[in-house]
């Protein structure tokens, strides 16, 4: 009896416990928080706000789809091409992006066996309903069949495929497949830095990928596309995103996506568009003439940095293009270029860098006379040029010299210490043989790996033509050009290198 009392006297604090902890655990959940702090409601304004941005999202993701497609295409085992040949012996691998790319470096292109058959995929977007399908040059460049596959399933054989490397554009056209949802090309000159956007394609062949991002960066160069400026995005772009379409919440196109800037071939944060205004004017005359005419004047140009400014009379901020060769036969020597010249603006425009100058040049109508202004030993002038259409094999003229021929000594050399440089005169084989006839100057014979000279970039075999506003056709002329200049203020040389003419300025 004893034992039992004991032990149902012991159930009562042991139940009194349970029932405390219970009304704890309840007051705890009302209360919501550890500390008897109310729980905090989600903000209704701010979750409408982020569910409006949702559903615009949604939308525009939504109207686009159907007109983004993906492209498949196949290239057949081929001989080596003359532009493999090309490009090999100048240092690029016809192989590269192949399994085959590390097994041909270094190794001679003759007797090679056939580039093997490849297969590749990219994306693309219809913007014509008649079946014209806007992509990427390099997503369908030497292909020998192109399919089409729609967002519905269907596929169908490209043809009439118009390219233009320059801008790494394309158009394809596809036929049988009715009317088509064709996305509308918006205005990228109204894009601005933080604007959201959507980029629509088929990455590791998953297709109708879409991610997003916003705009982080306007006017980039890349060295591989001479004739584009690029929008920066953030929005994830991957093998097989190019020639998607890179939408604003409006779901118009505004940028066809081309590239990504990356150590491991794969997104990393930075991807880069063609605007849609540059597409609009490649597109068209791709669509309506089959090829691109693009205007030219036919200078060679370089930046003007604020040294170089100084010494060319250009105000601080101005920017501006310096014109370092005139080519003879072309608009700008017709119309009167001279190197030196520092151009201001084109047809009414300001210039600030070359970017922005060959892209007013190319678009201008062919045959019309357009207004250049230029700084000419420190005074403003305009010139009139007639605008004429860039010849087929005008990017390729670049003067093919073989370095290290210049290096042996002749009798009458000067040794420019200051500078750190030897020159001496050029003969006729040598200018011959380095690509150099017709110029004249003095050729740079030894450079001091620790002086000014070297760290501007100058190198045995190239020529100078000019001390300051001194043209210099031997050694002598050299010599007092150079004595009249003052370090400290700086010494600007006009040389001919291996890819034209360039300004050096060297200054202490």
Known sequence: MSTRRFQGFSRIPVLLVLLVALGAAAAWQRSGAVGDEPRKEVNPTARRHAEELSEAFHNATEVTMPSVVTIRSKTKAHPVSNKDR???????????????????????????????????????????????????????????????????GREFKGYDIKTDEHSDLAVVRIKGAGSLPAAPLGDSDKLRIGDWVIAIGNPFELEQTVSAGIISGVGRELSSIRRAKFLQTDAAINPGNSGGPLINLGGEVIGINTAIASNNGSFQGIGFAIPSNQVKWVMNQLINKGSVERAYLGVGIGEVNREMATKFGVKDGDGGVLVSEVFPNTPASDAGFEAGDVVTKFAGQKVKNPRDLQELVERVPLDSTQKVEVLRDGKTMTLDIVAKALPKEFGNLERRVRPGHGSSKNSDSFDAENLGIEVAEMTADQAEELGYKGYSGVLITSVDPEKLAAEQGLREGMLIMKVGRTAVKNVEEFKAAVKSEDLKDGVVLHVRTKAGNRFVLLKE
Request: proline letters at 6%; zero cysteines.
């Open 86 to 152: 090309r490009n090999f012996k100048e240092g690029e691998n016809p192989f590269k992006g192949t399994p085959f790319e590390d097994f041909f470096k270094g190794r001679d292109l003759e007797g090679m066996m056939p580039q093997p058959r490849r297969e590749g995929m990219g994306s693309g977007v219809i913007i014509d309903k008649s079946g014209i399908v806007l992509t990427n040059n390099h997503v369908v460049e030497g292909a020998d069949e192109v399919i089409v596959h729609l967002a519905d």
